[in-house]
């Protein structure tokens, strides 16, 4: 079993930054890949960014590319999201999840533990 505490959500305006975090406790953090998701409302939940057990790999998805940045600190048993240039279309609630597996992940399925969710607004 794996626990997940996501933080660092708010409102912010267009252009600025924001930093999430998710705490993991429960199993080994540093032999699974982590990710992070999204939802807005009425959409389904997409891929943002995923990085590997040792955190050597990373992946995101194209339309936060050069924007958001995901990072982790095994020895704190954290990943986070750094994102900046924030746009409005950016809103939506957070996830983030651990796979079963130690590489980089896309899918929301080979996520096996999920956060509660963080809300992040962008103004206009």
């Known amino acids: 079993q794996v626990q997940l505490v996501e933080s660092g959500g708010g409102l912010v305006q267009a252009g600025g930054s924001l930093r999430l975090s998710c705490a993991a406790s429960g199993r080994t953090f540093s032999s699974y890949a982590m990710g992070w998701f999204r939802q807005a409302p009425g959409k389904e939940r997409d891929f943002v960014a995923t990085?590997?057990?040792?955190?050597?790999?990373?992946y995101y998805a194209d339309s936060v590319k050069g924007r958001f940045t995901i990072s982790r600190v095994n020895a704190k048993n954290t990943v986070y999201l750094h994102m900046n240039s924030l746009k409005p279309e950016d809103t939506a609630v957070y996830y983030c999840a651990a796979a079963n597996t130690y590489y980089t992940r896309t899918g929301p399925n080979e996520y096996a533990y999920w956060g509660q969710g963080t809300q992040v607004t962008v103004s206009s």
């Open positions: 990085i590997s057990g040792s955190g050597s790999s990373t």
